[in-house]
């Protein structure tokens, strides 16, 4: 995009490519660069004097931070599309970049090619958000699609979404929820205005999720999404203290009807709700090389208009507030054992009779109040009953379960979701 710039902003021609650090110099390469610029030494791109932006893609954790911190420490703007790195020093980051007088733009890092970084900073940011929920990655979307719309298997699903380019280095950090949960820290801190301890942040992934959960959801009526959850909890309050959330990641029964229902493939999609706005979805393609091109591309293009601005100050600036961070106190998180939530999960238990209504008394005994009980299919000896509940404190329906393990009638439970 920075070389084949016709047709685009005409700022894009201002852009100089200096370096490229990469792994393998004798890689194949779609893009032809300048010769000369391909190097292996990083340390020489984020330390050079002439450089004003460095663009970090190289992914990973330990190794992208030492270089995001030195590129800072040389006076660099930094464009990142590492939600690994942010979500977990983002604090470091932002603290040395505010002392440093430098901004770190990361609109690739969540939702790919779609804007959402930028408008949840800026456009957004006159609202009291409630809620976002979001389909936050294209890897898991793309799986969960194929297995309903083909009965695709996991596995060659997964391979597929490897080869398109859409999967981590490691896919274990997308099927486990864990880049989800990345990315929902991230979207969480701009919407609520505080600092998120990615540590808290709950994340379940889909490798628990089976053909017969997407076909028993289907003749419910609703479709298997892993959908990233950041809710306000606490009442608005006068204080500047940021608010207690619920940040969550997991695998969730949609209704049909539902605006993140008919999200699929590797499209993404985040649905905003705040006062006065009412909801704003934003979606688009979350992975692949031109989405993320397109993010990277606009960071870079935000910082150039902001050096051709600055280009005959000599004076010191402050940092324009709606580009950088400056988040300082960390929002409190509430543990989902705490919070009310529906549930689907799925019994496999012996042919006897009564089990139905010796669920049904257990999990009155814990208050929690049921929604639909079906008993469709046999596997093998076992018959399946499938359980939806109203909503329930989360810690009481675990109670509920664990008793229910241990009557003779009860095999396994092999599925639990939860359902929006
Ligand atoms: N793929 C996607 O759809 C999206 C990716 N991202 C994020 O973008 C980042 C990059 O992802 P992606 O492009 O898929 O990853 P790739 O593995 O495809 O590319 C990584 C690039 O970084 C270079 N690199 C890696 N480690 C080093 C190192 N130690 N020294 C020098 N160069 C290095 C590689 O060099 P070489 O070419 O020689 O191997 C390669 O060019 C990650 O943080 C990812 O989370 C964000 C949004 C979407
Ligand atoms: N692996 C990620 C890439 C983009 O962030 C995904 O699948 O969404
Ligand atoms: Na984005």
Redo the contacts with the bound molecule.
């Keep these: 995009m920075l070389i084949d710039n016709v047709g685009r902003h005409p700022l894009l021609k201002e852009v100089e490519i200096c370096r490229v650090?990469?792994?393998?110099?004798d890689?194949p390469?779609a893009v032809e660069l300048p010769v000369g610029i391909i190097t292996?030494d990083?340390e020489a791109i984020v330390t050079d004097p002439q450089i004003d932006i460095i663009v970090?893609?190289?992914?990973?954790i330990d190794?992208?931070r030492e270089l995001i911190l030195k590129a800072i420490a040389n006076g660099k703007h930094v464009v990142?599309?590492?939600?690994?790195?942010i979500s977990r020093f983002g604090a470091e980051i932002f603290t040395a970049a505010n002392q440093a007088g430098v901004y770190v733009l990361l609109e690739?890092?969540?939702g790919?090619g779609i804007p959402v970084i930028q408008p949840l900073k800026q456009s957004l940011s006159v609202n009291r958000i409630n809620t976002v929920i979001g389909i936050v990655n294209?890897t898991t979307n793309y799986i969960l699609t194929r297995m309903q719309n083909e009965g695709a298997s996991f596995d060659d699903v997964l391979a597929d979404a490897q080869q398109l380019?859409?999967?981590?280095?490691d896919p274990t950090?997308d099927v486990e929820g864990w880049?989800a949960a990345d990315k929902i820290a991230i979207l969480a801190s701009l919407a609520f205005g505080g600092r998120i301890n990615r540590d808290e942040v709950f994340s379940e992934g889909i490798r628990q999720v089976s053909k017969t959960d997407i076909s028993y959801a289907d003749k419910l009526g609703f479709v298997i999404k892993l959908l990233a959850i950041a809710k306000r909890c606490s009442p608005l309050s006068s204080s500047s203290s940021p608010p207690t959330l619920s940040v969550r990641v997991h695998p969730t029964l949609v209704p049909k009807s539902h605006p993140l229902a008919s999200i699929n493939g590797v499209y993404n999609a985040i649905l905003v709700e705040g006062e006065p706005l009412g909801q704003v979805m934003f979606f688009g393609p979350?992975?692949?090389?031109g989405?993320?091109a397109s993010?990277v591309s606009s960071d870079i293009l935000n910082l150039v208009a902001h050096l051709k601005s600055r280009q005959n100050s000599h004076s010191n600036y402050n940092l324009d507030p709606l580009l950088a961070c400056s988040h300082q106190d960390y929002c409190q998180i509430a543990p989902v054992s705490e919070l009310d939530a529906r549930f689907y999960t799925r019994f496999l238990t012996r042919d006897q009779s009564g089990v139905i209504g010796k669920l049904g008394t257990c999990f009155g005994k814990y208050g929690v109040s049921l929604e639909s009980v079906v008993q469709t299919g046999f596997q093998g000896e076992l018959a399946e009953i499938v359980v939806v509940t109203h909503d329930v404190q989360e810690g009481k329906f675990k109670q509920a379960l664990d008793e229910i393990r241990t009557f003779e009638a009860i095999h396994s439970i092999p599925s639990l979701l939860r359902v929006i």
Aim: charged share 20%; hydrophobic share 45%; aromatic share 2%.
């Design positions: 650090g990469v792994k393998s110099l890689k390469r292996t990083l970090e893609l190289i992914g990973g190794r992208a990142t599309a590492n939600k690994a790195v690739a890092a969540v790919g294209g380019g859409y999967a981590e280095a950090a880049d979350g992975a692949g090389a989405a993320t993010a």
